[in-house]
């Protein structure tokens, strides 16, 4: 069983920058593949980025277009996004998600945990 607690999300201008943390519980972190979906009024969840066990593998949205970075720190039992040139198309409920494989994937329903999620909001 993992918990995951996200943070980070707020109001920013675009163009902005913000970070989005989340934190597990358990000893086992670094087993699981983690990923990032965010999901806006009226529209499905959708994929954002993920990262292997090790960090040594990233995807992304091709919407982040760069701008975007994810990053993990077993250690700490964290995982991180990294968001810059924030537009306002960004603003959505963002949820970190957990999935005990080793193969990485875009599909939400693949993910076994998911935390309660954090909004950010961008403003024109």
């Known amino acids: 069983q993992v918990q995951l607690v996200e943070s980070g999300g707020g109001l920013v201008q675009a163009g902005g920058s913000l970070r989005l943390s989340c934190t597990a519980s358990?000893?086992?972190?670094?087993?699981?593949?983690m990923g990032w979906f965010r999901q806006a009024p009226g529209k499905e969840r959708e994929f954002v980025a993920a990262i292997d066990w090790s960090g040594g593998s990233r995807y992304y949205a091709d919407s982040d277009q760069g701008r975007f970075t994810i990053s993990r720190d077993n250690a700490r039992n964290a995982v991180y996004l990294q968001m810059s040139s924030l537009k306002p198309e960004d603003t959505a409920f963002y949820y970190c998600a957990a999935d005990d494989t080793v193969v990485v994937s875009r599909a939400a329903p693949l993910y076994d945990y998911w935390g309660q999620g954090t909004q950010v909001t961008v403003s024109s």
């Open positions: 358990g000893r086992t972190f670094s087993r699981y593949v």
